[in-house]
């Protein structure tokens, strides 16, 4: 699980195909090794970072997997975090999540 | 077209297979593979070196005709002992050769076959490796390139190696799954892939380090020495030194057998001259059928169906889902191994591939896919304007970008690139002021386009670039390598911090930050803080091989550093999964990058028996225990431990017979056996887990629904399904690694409530008493208690990490991880 948005670390939309991230990653990492145009940053939601190879190929690796880049997409739709609302944290605030981890009424 | 100058500037790509015993290299130039015979023809090479009275060195099938009549002096198989630092022993020359160092001439040997037939002295090649190769074996395996003369290589996993050559011939596009079966001499890997769009993804391999053809041949040496003892009774047992030779001459003679018998139902084994045991000479003349060898490797052929089976498992297909198997190496030449194998797995075989070669020939086109020609770099006569240029040499992409940049002051104002066959031309890419651009090419599809390269100053005269052209394949691409086990730095408290997970893509590099555990004396020779690098999937240390030490000597530091303070561990691993490292210490601003033990641990004999005991007694424990508790599961589990350890005590009885192969193949075992005993442990423990998961689904609920981000709970959301999932499973890993994940969501939220960090104050100061130096200590606790008051929360979160610093970690723990220094 990586923190980084991996479509915003290649400058990607959500709906790029295999072959659209496969040449964006190419790209980044020619212009990166030759230092070619102003590409070492990247803009996340929590503000720019920077745009390595390491992150690059992470990036490209994480969208080739399915499964991952599924998750990649529901992160990507959501919102940033809102802030902290004042609430009781020992108030399950979320009475499904018992039941969708298996256990049943004791 | 292009002129002969351009022509001679078209790359040669060389593949080196450096098998356990027999090698191959292949060669691709663009369009077309081809396998290199060697100078008696044949298109594999033995991996075998002499050397004799004299000090001369022969190689290849004219030193494996010696294997029989002078093995004192004639080395195999090698190959297992890559990165263990062992020597092996030429008598008659009076000589001691390192592993890499017959690897070496070997490949040396191969370079001069390709000189030989094509004229080029390939400077830069790709060396294929097995893909649960450990990192020391690695390096080794670069050694041995580098004492061979080459400028550069790269290493490649062979399953990779196997999947592009078979790849490459595939007719379809379509996406599918693909398993490699690859049966060395030595090693057994099954590697699942996928192609999608023309991109080849390895999506997990799992293998045995120590299963291959070797076992095979000596299941038939076995039942030969049986049939023998029976006919003589004379029983030829590994253990007994003085039945070495007559042993090896019979595992010769198998091995001749065996090969036969893929071709005929019947064969007969015979050895021109009686063995010689003690004061006896035993004439052999012994039947073999198909049948009966088919018998005698069944077990071993389950053994490696059972790591396919796991693997297809572990990411959900079922039988009947693979498109094909591709079969590597000599012993799936077998028609009963191939049909077994299509059966079981329910796929059908990839025909019309070599086995014995097809490893060569994909690490040739591997080497066009890394841009790695291996025809030496031209003296470096200046042509023009310099151009630095990345591209992909092979692609799927048919309008790949090229990224350049021209060195110097003065640019070209523009650049297109002119396809050679004169279908295409690109237009003018500007060049921006500091030399750089990027552009777009047109390839034709499944060949290779060249394209000259045509720059033009700002007032249209034209100016002469170097490279004149460059040369780029349509085909399939590879995805960046994946890292075959994970790697990480072995805690104080027997945990492990993950650097890279399991399946990152090469190269790769990260940071984190620890803190020590001890006082690193300055002057002190025997203060060493030791940062322990460890490699595979478990979370406690000393389930994990330690691959390499990170040591930062009293004798090295410019001056005393204490206790807590912080240490930033680097580690960086190259595209063949070679590993460098490096700490910067800041309170002393210095940098230490010496990794000690990159070996792999000795395995000597009377060390395997004591482990071996060990692992004994830990089994007796286990099973009374699971029979106590009717576990009937891990009973099943532990009787294949049962097995393990009875093919352990056979490989440490050859050992002691001289085998030091033998010997590290009873090492792994061993730690095969304490990892299963590991999990067994764990499997009793597992209401404890189940409860522990209960009570952080809890509280990470709790915090996410009141701290966390939406995407945070839409991830908990999966996490939770995933949870169950194990649960349900009962699968225990699976478990582990959903709970850390809960438990990060959980701590990523939590860690947002502003009163967070005055808990964690509280908690820390409750166990202050354990503290290593307690007035420091009861500072921070008023520090942190001030702060709280002030409502500074930074400071908060600043002291209660120097805190955590401060309290001790368990003495028994510690020695488990390795004796790390950091946490």
């Known amino acids: 699980m990586s923190d980084d948005d991996p479509f915003a670390v290649l400058g990607v939309a959500v709906t790029a195909t295999t072959r659209e991230i496969e040449r964006e990653a190419q790209k980044l990492l020619g212009m990166l090794a030759l230092g070619v145009g102003d590409v070492g940053t990247y803009l996340s939601a929590a503000g720019p970072r920077p745009r390595t190879p390491e992150a690059v190929r992470a990036a490209a690796a994480q969208l080739r997997d399915p499964r991952q880049r599924l998750l990649a997409e529901l992160m990507a739709g959501a919102a940033p975090p809102p802030p902290a609302p004042p609430a009781p944290v020992a108030a399950p605030g979320w009475p499904d999540a018992l039941r969708r981890a298996g256990w049943g009424p004791r | ?823």
């Open chain 2, 1 to 823: 077209m292009l002129s002969s100058a351009e022509m001679a500037q078209s790359p040669l790509y060389a593949g080196f297979d450096l098998g356990t015993t027999n090698s191959a290299v292949a060669v691709f130039d663009g369009q077309h593979t081809q396998v290199i015979r060697n100078a008696a023809g044949g298109a594999v090479t033995p991996s075998v070196v002499r050397i004799d009275r004299a000090g001369r060195v022969t190689v290849g099938q004219r030193a494996r005709r010696f294997l029989e009549d002078d093995p004192d002096n004639t080395a195999t198989e090698w190959k297992r002992l890559m990165g263990t630092g062992k020597q092996v022993a030429f008598p008659a020359a009076g000589v001691a050769r390192r592993p890499e160092e017959l690897s070496a001439e070997i490949l040396r040997a191969l370079r001069t076959d390709v000189a030989d037939q094509l004229g080029v002295a390939v400077e830069r090649a790709v060396i294929s490796v097995p893909a649960l190769f450990e990192l020391p074996q690695s390096a080794a395996t670069s050694e041995a390139a580098r004492l061979a003369g080459f400028a550069r290589v790269e290493l490649l996993q062979e399953p990779i190696a196997s999947a592009l050559a078979a790849g490459w011939r595939a007719d379809d596009d379509g996406n599918a799954s693909w398993l490699v079966y690859d049966l060395g001499g030595g090693t057994f890997d099954a590697s699942l892939l996928e192609t999608r769009d023309g991109l080849l993804r390895v999506v997990a391999h799992d293998g045995d380090n120590f299963l291959g053809g070797r076992d095979f041949d000596w299941a038939i040496t076995e039942h030969l020495a049986a049939e023998l003892a029976r006919q003589t009774g004379v029983q030829l047992e590994r253990k007994d030194p003085s039945h070495a030779g007559a042993l090896r001459l019979l595992r010769l003679a198998a091995e001749d057998a065996k090969i036969e018998l893929s071709r005929s139902a019947t064969a007969q084994v015979t050895l021109a001259r009686p063995l010689v045991v003690g004061d006896r000479e035993l004439d052999v003349d012994l039947p073999l059928s198909r049948a009966t060898v088919e018998t005698l490797t069944a077990p071993l052929i389950e053994r490696s169906l059972a790591v396919c089976q796991r693997l297809l498992a572990s990411h959900g297909l079922g039988p009947g889902r693979l498109a094909r198997v591709v079969l590597v190496g000599g012993p799936t030449l077998s028609p009963g191994l191939r049909a077994l194998v299509q059966a079981r797995l329910e796929a059908t075989a990839a025909e019309g591939l070599d086995p014995m070669t097809l490893v060569a020939q994909g690490a040739a086109l591997y080497a066009a896919t890394a841009g790695l020609d291996g025809r030496a770099a031209p003296a470096a006569v200046p042509h023009g304007k310099k151009v630095w240029l990345q591209y992909p040499p092979v692609t799927a992409d048919l309008t790949p970008h090229v990224v350049g940049r021209v060195v110097g002051a003065d640019p070209p104002a523009r650049l297109r690139f002119e396809r050679a066959d004169g279908g295409w031309q690109s237009p003018d890419a500007p060049i921006a002021a500091d030399g750089g651009f990027v552009t777009m090419v047109s390839l034709v599809p499944r060949a290779a386009s060249t394209f000259r390269l045509v720059a033009t100053a700002a007032d249209g005269s034209a100016v002469v670039v170097d490279p004149a052209t460059i040369t780029i394949v349509a085909g399939l691409t590879i995805a960046d390598p994946p890292l075959s086990r994970t790697i990480g730095v072995a805690l104080a408290n027997d945990h492990v911090q993950a650097y890279f997970e399991r399946g990152a893509p090469l190269p790769t590099r990260r940071s984190f930050t620890h803190t020590t555990v001890e006082t690193i004396a300055a002057g002190n020779p025997d203060s060493v803080l030791r940062i322990p690098i460890v490699q595979g999937e478990f979370e406690q240390a000393h389930l994990c091989r330690l691959v390499g030490t990170l040591e930062v000597r009293g004798v090295d530091v410019k001056a005393t550093v204490p206790t807590g303070a912080t240490v930033e561990v680097t580690i960086e691993l190259d595209r063949a999964g070679c590993l460098a490292a490096r700490a910067h210490v800041p309170a002393i601003d210095q940098i230490f990058e010496q990794v000690a033990h990159l070996l792999v641990p000795d395995a000597a004999p009377a060390a395997l028996d004591a482990a071996l005991a060990d692992q004994r007694k830990h089994l007796m424990a286990v099973r009374t225990d699971a029979f106590r508790h009717g576990l009937r599961e891990l009973i099943d589990k532990l009787g294949a431990v049962e097995g393990l350890l009875a093919t352990a005590e056979r490989d440490i009885d050859a050992a002691h017979g001289g085998d030091a192969d033998a010997g590290q193949k009873a090492r792994r075992t061993l730690l095969e056996v304490d990892a299963i005993l590991g999990d067994a442990d764990l499997a009793r423990s597992w209401p404890e887990l189940d409860g522990e998961a209960h009570e952080a689904a809890i509280s990470a609920t709790g915090a996410v629904a009141a701290f966390g981000s939406d995407a945070e709970r839409k991830l908990l959301d999966e996490v939770l399904a995933a949870l169950a999932q194990a649960r349900r499973a009962r699968d225990l890993a699976e478990l582990g690694r959903q709970l850390r994940l809960v438990r990060r969501l959980a701590a990523a939220a939590w860690n947002r409530n502003p009163d967070a960090w005055t808990y964690h104050l509280e908690d820390a100061a409750s166990a202050i008493h354990e503290a290593r130096d307690l007035p420091a200590a009861r500072k921070l606790v008023d520090a942190g208690r001030a702060a709280v008051a002030a409502g500074d929360t930074d400071t908060v979160r600043r002291v209660v990490k120097q805190l955590w610093a401060l309290l001790p970690v368990d003495a028994a723990e510690r020695k488990k991880g390795f004796d790390s220094g950091v946490r």
